[in-house]
């Protein structure tokens, strides 16, 4: 059965940055979509990044988040730069219909 682990939440000064890691139990061969969440909100994309290589980010993200992949760890990555409080979500990734736990992201003075 498929299963992602999100990790790389956490707190962080507004300008600041993190990393956040989506890794799946099986080699990667679609599209890897990274979504977040607010209380009360619906889940909207931030980026993704297909089999090929080809990575799309949302307005929100572009500029100052950067996918990547490793295929040796099944893992995909997403490094945000310049957070901003309005970044604070739970962050999900997502391939294949099958969902993570989710990783808390926290843009704070």
């Known amino acids: 059965q498929r299963h992602l682990v999100e990790s790389g939440g956490g707190l962080v000064q507004p300008g600041g940055s993190l990393t956040l890691s989506c890794a799946v139990s099986?080699?990667?061969?679609?599209?890897v979509h990274w979504f977040r969440q607010t209380p009360g909100n619906q889940r909207e994309l931030v980026a993704d990044?297909?089999?090929?290589?080809?990575?799309n980010y949302e307005s929100s993200a572009k500029g100052r988040f950067t996918l990547s992949r490793d295929d040796a760890k099944n893992t995909v990555y997403l490094q945000m730069n310049n957070l901003k409080p309005e970044d604070t979500a739970v962050y999900y990734c997502?391939?294949?219909?099958?969902w993570g736990q989710g990783t808390q992201v926290t843009v704070s003075h």
């Open positions: 099986e080699h990667i061969f679609g599209t």
């Open positions: 990044i297909s089999g090929l290589g080809t990575k």
């Open positions: 997502s391939y294949l219909g099958t």
